[in-house]
């Protein structure tokens, strides 16, 4: 099927959301049993941790751990943010950084100015974006010292909708950042997948919120099909990702191939589909990927693909380079659970 849905369902119980790009999986959403990334704590601070610049707080749903602390001491209330989800056995990681954001506007304490994402180029749709941002600030301020940043999906036909997501942050925020309370307590709660689905997958799409939309849209099938290490690529190629406690081991296969160039092709095949399999799969963290053999000369190719492909993720993946046996070296954020602990 050619164009974009969006499947809105539940996956053993759980909310989840699937976009599904011209027939294929392109990213799915599952919510955990922890808390969601973007929510918003009113912690307590109680004791740094010595040589790591760090301090353990207290909160409502178990420790968090806030990094780079500056003159806080223990008792002390502090508004946070989670960042991501928490590893087996550690703390929940935060921010002092706010974020208030919807599909349309992100508020940001701390860092004044209106902005519009550099992904609108039109200078005439900037402006337009620009008047609808202040007429919005004349009906509401946002708190002291905040900024505002209009996101790539807004367009100066929905000037209205715009309007009302900068009013609904604006005072999402204000409300947060006034808040005087000396308990730990859950100020809000991070979007679910249903949430994060209409605030992040803003190209037009079918919206399809019916129960049963993943097995009529092959979410289903998808989904068993990442179950598995082994992944088909085009060309008669495979690419095997394991998981391990450490890092994540990618070991590239050129088939039945035996062509001079099928390692050069195998590798393009791999690092072409390898962001969304790590983004279906939620996988971060350390990732070594051994490629299938070919010529050193070819490596710069493969590397420079591979930094082309994750110039259109969200989730920040830095590549490190090549080791001496001729390893690729990745680092991505953990910025979601693994999906198989999910199904």
């Known amino acids: 099927m050619k164009g974009n849905v969006i499947a809105l369902d539940h996956v053993n119980g759980r909310e989840a959301a699937a976009l599904m790009v011209d027939g294929q999986l392109y990213d799915v959403l599952i919510d955990a049993d922890l808390p969601r990334p973007g929510a918003i704590y009113r ?11 760090g301090m353990f707080l207290t909160t409502p749903d178990g420790t968090a751990f806030l990094r780079q602390v500056k003159g806080l001491r223990a008792g002390e209330p502090l508004i946070v943010q989670v960042t991501g989800y928490a590893e087996p056995g550690k703390a929940i990681p935060v921010t002092q950084r706010l974020l208030f954001k919807s599909r349309y506007a992100i508020v940001t304490p701390g860092a004044p100015g209106i902005n519009i994402s550099r992904q609108i180029r039109d200078e005439e749709v900037r402006e337009e974006l620009l008047a609808i941002a202040h007429d919005a600030l004349t009906e509401t301020q946002l708190p002291e010292g905040a900024g505002l940043i209009l996101r790539s999906s807004c367009h100066p036909d929905e000037a209205d909708t715009i309007m009302d997501d900068i009013l609904s942050m604006a005072t999402l925020a204000s409300t947060v950042l006034s808040d005087s309370g000396t308990t730990p307590e859950l100020l809000v709660e991070g979007d679910g997948p249903h949430a994060l689905a209409w605030r992040e997958w803003t190209d037009p799409a079918q919206v399809d919120p019916e129960p049963g939309s993943f097995d009529s849209h092959g979410v289903t099938d998808a989904l068993e099909d990442l179950a598995y290490d082994r992944v088909a690529l085009p060309g008669g ?23 001079p160039a099928a390692g050069l ?7 072409r589909d390898l962001p969304r399999q790590l983004r279906l799969r939620g996988l971060g963290g350390q990732i070594v990927i051994d490629p299938a053999p070919c010529a050193k000369k070819d490596r710069r190719q493969v590397e420079g693909l591979l930094k082309s492909v994750l110039k259109r993720e969200p989730t920040e993946t830095i590549v490190a380079g090549w080791t001496t046996l001729g390893l690729l070296e990745l680092q991505r954020k953990r910025d979601r659970i693994a999906l198989k602990g999910l199904l």
Request: hydrophobic share 45%.
């Open 237 to 259: 190629y495979t690419m095997i990702i394991e998981p391990t406690s450490a890092l994540v081991a990618i070991d590239v296969n050129t088939g039945n191939d035996t062509s």
């Open 265 to 271: 092709k195998a590798n393009m095949a791999a690092m």
């Open 43 to 53: 912690a307590i601070a109680d004791r740094p941790v010595k040589g790591q610049g």
